[in-house]
């Protein structure tokens, strides 16, 4: 009989009034409905010795919020049990470990909230802190845990402010709660965590290393010139491709970076070593394509000063050199671009297979997509279907999925990781790469650093022009097919320009970007990426499709 009651009883939650005082019984296995009643339970975070948080996700054969990251562990303490007892056993059940010095935190705390399918959880839900004895015999129940996480306490809150979404609303509520009526770590006094910051680390370890780079480079150079004259250059390759470097964004690390978090690692892992490497050989790869993209567009300007072409050109006339100085100028430009690849090259080859085949893809990406940019204006391309093609591969791909990737790949992200941050790397590539055709047509060429309206001289096979090619009739249609050829002038643009504001062309490619933002946020919510990665792209995503230059 004593046997039965206590079967009984691990079946029944103790339903209580507003104050928490119990006023009866129900069947835990049917409690949940839409018009749960209130009911006791508890909330518990599980700290280590490091002051780390135990984050966990909720498995998906959970009756509410399936998937979804969660506080350590959660439960219903049965008829008469004490909360600290409860708390022993659940998570002793769940996680398979023994927890010392449970604290309660916010005693008072309770929540209602309707999960997606309609079930409400109504509970007063104490919460509290406890200290895990040995985290390293972790053993989550499959049934209740699918996967976990350790966070430090900033990082949770970073989590909670940028990804909400991401974590049940219990979770929400009480990271608030304890954060503004505790301050500080109330959790535990642990580390404020590495990966709670930006990439602020990680960008700094790339600029040292090109720095190094450039350095062994130019003892090279002098090595091998053996007192080779310099003649009309105003500086040696080594020494210009420095200048050159110096600004931009540094958008390729910083996505490698928030890549590398997203899959679980730390900077201070040694894989962190390798994802420098790459996100270093990605900057030389973009200024490679960049010193190439201006010649072949003919670009005047980049980044505010004047094109390493036409800089190569005016050193031509200043030594009142002998030959063509435009091609001359080219000539010099290809040539410092291809020293920017060499270089990248040489950082990527000492690194694990998995990377040097994502670069070599990323490499062969981005000479389709500039072979495709090359042919689609010489061809007068106008289609939709082949400007988005080509926006994905020239701009997208290149700036946020590859390096995202690459990433991953040195903190050896899992395969879901990899699909999870290759869905989100397509929409926020789209996103950067519309962003990136509006500023060519409207930008401010101060902010920019290059002139607006370059993409409508050229006639470049963009979405932008697309959408413009539907809308437009009369003399702006007829300015718009002399996009690319020698019979466009400056007040075809300008015409342009006007027109294509007019007609609503600019804010269908804003509302274009909207949705892929949404579509990239929507792709990070998945549960397979670490939140502080997460909360880290969830902005990035904003920066990528809001910036002004």
């Given at each position: 009989m004593a046997e039965a009651t206590v079967a009984h009883d691990a079946d029944l939650v103790e339903l209580v009034d507003e104050s928490g005082r119990v006023i009866g019984q129900a069947a835990r296995t049917t409690i949940h409905n839409s018009s749960t009643p209130r009911h006791r339970a508890f909330s518990v975070y599980l700290i280590d010795t490091a002051g780390r948080v135990l984050l966990t996700r909720r498995a998906l054969s959970k009756l509410t919020w399936p998937g979804v990251w969660s506080n350590s562990c959660c439960g219903h303490p049965r008829p008469g049990e004490t909360d600290v007892a409860a708390i022993r056993?659940?998570?002793?059940?769940?996680?398979?470990?023994?927890?010392?010095?449970?604290?309660?935190?916010?005693?008072?705390?309770?929540?209602?909230?309707?999960?997606?399918?309609?079930?409400?959880?109504?509970?007063?839900?104490?919460?509290?802190?406890?200290?895990?004895?040995?985290?390293?015999?972790?053993?989550?129940?499959?049934?209740?845990?699918?996967?976990?996480?350790?966070?430090?306490?900033?990082?949770?809150?970073?989590?909670?402010?940028?990804a909400p979404a991401l974590l049940s609303p219990w979770a929400v509520e009480q990271v608030q709660s304890l954060a503004s009526s505790h301050g500080g770590s109330p959790l535990a006094e642990g580390p404020q965590g590495l990966q709670s910051a930006d990439a602020t680390a990680t960008l700094a370890s790339v600029a040292h290393l090109l720095s190094q780079q450039i350095d062994e480079l130019a003892v090279l150079w002098r090595g091998l010139s053996?007192?080779?004259?310099?003649?009309?250059?105003?500086?040696?390759?080594?020494?210009?491709?420095?200048?050159?470097?110096?600004?931009?964004?540094?958008?390729?690390?910083a996505m490698c970076h928030w890549g590398y978090v997203a899959a679980g690692a730390d900077i201070g892992w040694p894989g962190h070593t390798e994802m420098v490497r790459v996100a270093t050989a990605l900057e030389l790869l973009h200024q490679f394509a960049l010193l190439h993209d201006d010649v072949m567009d003919e670009s005047n300007r980049r980044r505010g000063g004047l094109a390493a072409h036409r800089q190569a050109e005016g050193w031509h006339a200043d030594a009142e050199a002998l030959g063509d100085g435009a091609a001359f100028g080219r000539n010099l430009a290809v040539l410092l671009g291809d020293l920017a690849l060499v270089q990248a090259h040489r950082l990527v080859a000492s690194l694990k297979p998995q990377i040097r085949e994502l670069w070599y893809e990323l490499?062969?990406?981005?000479?389709?997509?500039?072979?495709?940019?090359?042919?689609?204006?010489?061809?007068?391309?106008?289609?939709?279907?082949?400007?988005?093609?080509?926006?994905?591969?020239?701009?997208?791909?290149?700036?946020?999925?590859?390096?995202?990737?690459?990433?991953?790949?040195?903190?050896?992200?899992?395969?879901?990781?990899?699909?999870?941050?290759?869905?989100?790397?397509?929409?926020?590539?789209?996103?950067?790469?519309?962003?990136?055709?509006?500023?060519?047509?409207?930008?401010?060429?101060?902010?920019?650093?290059?002139?607006?309206?370059?993409?409508?001289?050229?006639?470049?096979?963009?979405?932008?022009?697309?959408?413009a090619a539907d809308r437009l009739a009369g003399a702006a249609a007829e300015a718009l097919r002399k996009a690319g050829s020698d019979s466009m002038t400056l007040q075809d643009v300008a015409v342009l320009q006007d027109?294509?504001?007019?007609?609503?062309?600019?804010?269908?490619?804003?509302?274009?970007?909207?949705?892929?933002?949404?579509?990239?946020?929507?792709?990070?919510?998945?549960?397979?990426?670490?939140?502080?990665?997460?909360?880290?792209l969830i902005d990035l995503t904003k920066a990528l499709a809001w910036r002004t230059s």
């Open positions: 056993r659940r998570v002793h059940e769940e996680l398979g470990v023994e927890v010392t010095d449970v604290e309660v935190m916010l005693p008072d705390f309770g929540y209602t909230a309707t999960d997606p399918n309609g079930l409400v959880e109504n509970e007063h839900c104490p919460v509290y802190r406890a200290l895990i004895v040995d985290p390293a015999i972790l053993r989550p129940d499959p049934d209740e845990v699918m996967d976990y996480q350790w966070l430090a306490w900033p990082d949770l809150i970073a989590t909670v402010e940028r053996g007192g080779l004259a310099l003649d009309v250059l105003a500086q040696d390759l080594p020494a210009w491709l420095d200048n050159v470097l110096r600004g931009g964004k540094r958008l390729r690390p490499c062969v990406e981005l000479v389709v997509g500039q072979r495709g940019d090359l042919t689609g204006t010489a061809a007068g391309r106008r289609d939709r279907l082949q400007a988005e093609r080509l926006a994905q591969l020239k701009s997208s791909s290149y700036t946020v999925a590859r390096p995202l990737a690459l990433g991953a790949a040195a903190a050896d992200g899992t395969p879901a990781v990899h699909r999870a941050l290759h869905r989100y790397g397509f929409h926020a590539g789209m996103a950067f790469a519309l962003r990136d055709e509006v500023l060519g047509v409207w930008g401010d060429p101060v902010v920019t650093g290059k002139p607006a309206g370059d993409d409508l001289r050229i006639g470049k096979p963009t979405v932008l022009l697309s959408v027109a294509m504001l007019a007609a609503g062309v600019k804010d269908e490619v804003e509302k274009l970007i909207v949705r892929h933002v949404e579509d990239a946020e929507m792709a990070l919510t998945d549960g397979s990426l670490h939140p502080v990665g997460v909360a880290g």
